[in-house]
């Protein structure tokens, strides 16, 4: 058994090599083609170079200017859609909508500020601090090239250390599909004032895949039918309005290990003049927090897991200047578990002392408000059947004023792909 290193060109570029969401490349495609090898999933990689330009000229943007980026994401912020589909069947075998939102919640908690300084900015150039981001990543001086970028693809599939298999009798190979974010997603003014800012975008460069692949010492090795387990993420998107605010979502998984959800206000979404992946609380009309009073986590309309009502500290403490840590206690264990507790979260960056009126720009990363519950707290995988029934939550909120919010819900589930002669079938 040996390893080779694949190096993988988009199938759908042209000659230029330069993609931009402006110029009408809104979607990569990679194709690991159909061979007798196996994928190591997790040593994906997407490499390429990044600019960044303060109007259609390709003028590149200076300190002065106020362009800046999601420290918490840094070039994930370009991604807007994962999918990843059998090349064989055509079958989708995992997709993440939300993309940006789902890491601006998962990054904080699988990684601390010492990850973001280090391996993080070397992979896709993140820094815990919005004015070094900005100053690093878009204004990078470099003129032969952009900022350059080599990083994983966190998601179900390719973050479960499976080795997949690319033969004909199998997947037939891999095809990896990048849904580019807009402009006005990806890039914000820091001070809201989007003068001399409005026809900013990002443009992406000599793009490649890497992966590895395992060489089996004769093809026979490769077993005709078998299965992939791995834990895969779903997601959805509500709208809230209300003190009490009431949604249900119908999950359709019967291993349903964890679910989170972040917020911010509807108008941040595709909008230069605010951050676009702010992960904030619920906001009012005039910037101020609709601090979360009480929650309920229901299936099927009965508490479930818990059988009482998750009043905060804001219940009795209005002005309390932190979340409550049960909040973040319970959002950390939805989005990961076990005994890392690695994490950027902290009461710096999850805090009472932010408003929405402007981009809200807090130390250590930025705001980290998340709200989750979970439903495997052991470890045994089998999470909670919610196949058949609803998943709802109820949050008694301080939303007092005309302010609809976005809630963007991430389910984490366990799931199995069945591959044989016959075909593909995901099991949830």
Same mark, same amino acid.
């Given at each position: 058994?040996?390893?080779?290193?694949?190096?993988?060109?988009?199938?759908?570029?042209?000659?230029?090599?330069?993609?931009?969401?402006?110029?009408?490349?809104?979607?990569?495609?990679?194709?690991?083609?159909?061979? %007798?090898?196996?994928?190591?999933?997790?040593?994906?990689?997407?490499?390429?170079?990044?600019?960044?330009?303060?109007?259609?000229?390709?003028?590149? !943007?200076?300190?002065?200017?106020?362009?800046?980026?999601?420290?918490?994401?840094?070039?994930?912020?370009?991604?807007?859609?994962?999918?990843?589909?059998?090349?064989?069947?055509?079958?989708?075998?995992?997709?993440?909508?939300?993309?940006?939102?789902?890491?601006?919640?998962?990054?904080?908690?699988?990684?601390?500020?010492?990850?973001? @300084?280090?391996?993080?900015?070397?992979?896709?150039?993140?820094?815990?601090?919005?004015?070094?981001?900005?100053?690093?990543?878009?204004? @990078?001086?470099?003129?032969?090239?952009?900022?350059?970028?080599?990083?994983?693809?966190?998601?179900?599939?390719?973050?479960?250390?499976?080795?997949?298999?690319?033969?004909?009798?199998?997947? &037939?190979?891999?095809?990896?599909?990048?849904?580019?974010?807009?402009?006005?997603? /990806?890039?914000?003014?820091?001070?809201?004032?989007?003068?001399?800012?409005?026809?900013?975008?990002?443009?992406?460069?000599?793009?490649?895949?890497?992966?590895?692949?395992?060489?089996?010492?004769?093809?026979?090795?490769?077993?005709?039918? &078998?299965?992939?387990?791995?834990?895969?993420?779903?997601?959805? @998107?509500? /709208?809230?309005?209300?003190?009490? *605010?009431?949604?249900?979502?119908?999950?359709?998984?019967?291993?349903?290990?964890?679910?989170?959800?972040?917020?911010?206000?509807?108008?941040?979404?595709?909008?230069?003049?605010?951050?676009?992946?702010?992960?904030?609380?619920?906001?009012?009309?005039?910037?101020?927090?609709?601090?979360?009073?009480?929650?309920? @986590?229901?299936?099927? &309309?009965?508490?479930?897991?818990?059988?009482?009502?998750?009043?905060?500290?804001?219940?009795?403490?209005?002005?309390?200047?932190?979340?409550?840590?049960?909040?973040?206690?319970?959002?950390?264990?939805?989005?990961?578990?076990?005994?890392?507790?690695?994490?950027? /979260?902290?009461?710096?960056?999850?805090?009472?002392?932010?408003?929405?009126?402007?981009?809200?720009?807090? *130390?250590?990363?930025? %705001?980290?408000?998340?709200?989750?519950? %979970?439903?495997?707290?052991?470890?045994?995988?089998?999470?909670?059947?919610?196949?058949?029934?609803?998943?709802?939550?109820?949050?008694?909120?301080?939303?007092?004023?005309?302010? !609809?919010?976005?809630?963007?819900?991430?389910?984490?589930?366990?799931?199995?792909?069945?591959?044989?002669?016959?075909?593909?079938?995901? /099991?949830?």
């Amino acid at each position: 058994m040996s390893i080779i290193y694949q190096e993988v060109q988009p199938s759908n570029i042209n000659s230029t090599q330069k993609v931009s969401y402006k110029n009408g490349n809104p979607i990569v495609n990679f194709l690991i083609g159909s061979q %007798p090898h196996l994928l190591d999933t997790s040593s994906v990689r997407i490499s390429g170079d990044i600019n960044f330009f303060k109007d259609a000229a390709k003028t590149k !943007p200076t300190t002065a200017d106020q362009l800046g980026i999601d420290e918490k994401l840094a070039v994930y912020s370009i991604i807007e859609k994962l999918t990843i589909t059998s090349q064989r069947s055509r079958q989708v075998i995992e997709t993440i909508n939300h993309y940006g939102r789902f890491l601006s919640s998962y990054l904080p908690y699988v990684a601390s500020k010492a990850d973001k @300084f280090t391996h993080l900015n070397g992979l896709s150039g993140t820094l815990p601090n919005y004015e070094a981001q900005k100053r690093e990543l878009v204004d @990078f001086p470099g003129q032969t090239h952009g900022n350059r970028f080599c990083m994983n693809l966190p998601s179900g599939l390719l973050s479960g250390g499976n080795f997949v298999p690319l033969d004909a009798n199998s997947l &037939g190979g891999i095809a990896i599909t990048l849904n580019l974010a807009p402009d006005a997603q /990806v890039l914000y003014a820091l001070n809201g004032t989007t003068t001399g800012l409005t026809e900013a975008f990002y443009e992406l460069e000599n793009l490649r895949l890497h992966c590895e692949l395992v060489v089996p010492d004769s093809p026979d090795a490769i077993p005709p039918q &078998g299965q992939i387990t791995y834990n895969a993420i779903t997601s959805y @998107f509500n /709208v809230i309005n209300s003190t009490n *605010a009431v949604v249900n979502f119908n999950l359709g998984t019967s291993r349903t290990l964890g679910v989170f959800m972040n917020f911010c206000p509807t108008k941040y979404l595709n909008n230069l003049g605010f951050n676009s992946f702010a992960t904030t609380c619920p906001m009012n009309a005039d910037g101020s927090q609709a601090g979360i009073n009480s929650v309920i @986590f229901t299936k099927a &309309g009965m508490r479930m897991p818990l059988s009482f009502n998750l009043d905060t500290n804001l219940k009795d403490s209005p002005d309390s200047s932190v979340v409550d840590p049960q909040i973040v206690s319970f959002a950390r264990d939805s989005i990961q578990s076990g005994l890392n507790l690695r994490s950027q /979260v902290s009461p710096v960056n999850t805090n009472r002392s932010y408003t929405g009126a402007t981009p809200p720009l807090t *130390a250590d990363g930025g %705001p980290m408000e998340c709200l989750g519950v %979970p439903f495997d707290t052991t470890g045994t995988g089998n999470g909670e059947d919610f196949s058949t029934t609803p998943f709802g939550v109820q949050m008694e909120l301080d939303l007092t004023s005309d302010s !609809p919010n976005a809630l963007f819900l991430f389910v984490k589930s366990r799931q199995t792909l069945l591959f044989g002669p016959t075909g593909l079938q995901i /099991v949830q």
